[in-house]
């Protein structure tokens, strides 16, 4: 199915793509399709003019493979603004990507770095979501 196709039947859906490698996109949408990962967060800079559209909650959205093909179509149930030193445990381990608080702190950290810089003060949009369509690996 194609990202016009899935747009006529989820009306104001967006389209966005996990994480910053193949490798890491494919990690993350096989924990969603698992029912591990319900969870994800984006810092906050990178939302608005020019950026991603902040999730709303309600809006169906569509994530794709790394090459931008449809992989879920997934529904907003709950979004937050917060520091990330303020990042609950509750919401780390939605996320499904570490076993405990501090191994998903590590972790993104990391991605921080790497994609516009951290500090333990940012803000960070943090999502939870269910999936609405898996549309295959």
């Not at 199915?1 to 899935?6: A, H, I, P, Q």
């Not at 009306?11 to 096989?30: K, M, N, R």
């Not at 520091?83 to 608080?101: I, K, Q």
Request: proline residues 4%; negative net charge.
């Amino acid at each position: 199915m194609s990202v016009e196709t899935l747009r006529q039947k989820f009306p104001g859906a967006e389209t966005f793509t996990f994480g910053d490698s193949q490798e890491l996109c494919d990690q993350l949408l096989a924990l969603v399709r698992s029912g591990v990962k319900t969870a994800t967060c984006g810092a906050l800079r990178d939302f608005g003019d020019g950026g991603e559209a902040m999730p709303v909650v309600g809006r169906r959205d569509i994530a794709l493979n790394w090459d931008g093909s449809p992989a879920l179509v997934i529904e907003t149930v709950e979004v937050s603004v917060m520091r990330f030193r303020d990042v609950p445990e509750s919401f780390a381990l939605a996320e499904g990507e570490n076993e405990d608080h501090a191994g998903w702190q590590r972790d993104h950290m990391a991605y921080f770095e790497r994609n516009g810089g951290f500090d333990p003060a940012m803000e960070l949009v943090c999502e939870r979501f269910k999936v609405i369509e898996d549309l295959g690996s």
